[in-house]
């Protein structure tokens, strides 16, 4: 067997180079990711491909900006709509941001 990750020939179960488990299923390409894919748990996204996660991680911080656009965009004329509106759009983006990190750090 061959480590698909530092390309070490001959090996049984666990490459003595780079200590990689050779026995576990390498997660396989989607044919698409969406946003809906970002509110997985850990484990969920343990499954994804890398690239599938790059993908995600785009998608994530693309919704993430526009949140944080719209929040610049306020203007003061009405202090208590501008303030449920600024609060609805802080619900927004702090789970936008918390995705963005879970999606990063896997």
Request: charged share 30%; aromatic share 12%.
């Amino acid at each position: 067997m061959i480590c698909s990750y530092c390309g070490t020939e001959g090996l049984e179960n666990i490459c003595p180079f780079c200590g990689a488990d050779l026995n576990i299923k390498r997660p396989k390409l989607k044919e698409f990711v969406v946003l809906e894919d970002g509110e997985k748990s850990f484990n969920g996204l343990s499954c994804f491909h890398t690239y599938d996660l790059l993908v995600l991680l785009r998608l994530v911080r693309k919704e993430r900006t526009k949140a944080y656009d719209l929040m610049l965009r306020l203007d003061d004329k009405s202090p208590q709509i501008i303030q449920i509106t600024r609060d609805y759009l802080k619900d927004l983006y702090e789970p936008y941001t918390k995705r963005m990190k879970l999606t990063w750090l896997y």
